[in-house]
């Protein structure tokens, strides 16, 4: 059954009780500057977060900026990002990233949605991603976690990222778009999982998911009401 639409103000809520639950959430891809973590975030795509932050200091070092990476072949790229998978359309994407950088944007990454999508590899998730947490500019990255978690809660519809993206940044102040995608990303992967583990989850009398589900035999809602009944 799909969840009904909550309120803005419920929304707001969820959001704080989330917030609560996974203090200082935040991208964990490492990164020193917006260049870093455009690179990193085209990495991510079918790949852990880990693992990227293992192959980029080398990387780095190699290609410091968009100059350096624009010079290189994306036979010299591969080799340093074999291991994020899918390298070879990984390293042809970086070095077109780098060269459109470099020729159109005086080697800077642009503060702005409608430019970063048009940079090879770059969708409308990497691009909030870097606006969000590099560069100072809302943006609210919606991936499958954010999907997941927002439908089962109800404070979105749909399997759009971008009709999710525009519904959850309808309902929040933009200086809490980035926040409000770390925290739902983060919670997908700790507590909202595939399998949700509804017991620790801090938004759980709100969550349309859980509280439209039959609960299995001596579940912990029956142990809690026994609880509450003594
Ligand atoms: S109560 Fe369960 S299904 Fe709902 S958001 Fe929390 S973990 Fe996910």
Known sequence: MQAPPQPAAAI??????????????????????????????ILSAQCTDVRVNMVTPGLFERYSDPPSLARATPEEVEPLIRSTGFFRSKARALVGMA?????????????????????PGVGRK?????????????????????????????????????????????????????????TLILHGRRICKPRPLCDRCAARADCHYRNTRPEPPGGSRATARRRTAR
Do not use: K, M
Not at 99 to 119: F, I, K, M, N, S
Not at 149 to 162: E, H, Q, S
């Open 126 to 182: 990497t691009a909030n991603v870097v606006l969000g947490h590099a560069l100072g500019v809302p943006g609210l990255p919606v991936d499958r976690h954010v999907l997941r978690v927002t439908n089962r809660l109800g404070i979105a519809r749909g399997d759009d990222p971008v009709a999710v993206e525009r519904q959850l940044c309808g309902a929040l102040p933009a200086d809490r778009w980035t926040s409000a995608s770390d």
């Open 12 to 41: 707001v809520r969820i959001l704080d009780a989330l917030s609560a639950q996974h203090p200082g959430a935040t991208t964990e891809l490492q990164y020193r500057n917006a260049f870093e973590l455009l690179v990193a975030t």
């Open 99 to 119: 060269r459109a950088l470099t020729d159109e944007h005086a080697g800077r990454v642009p503060a702005c949605l409608e430019q970063l999508v048009v940079l």
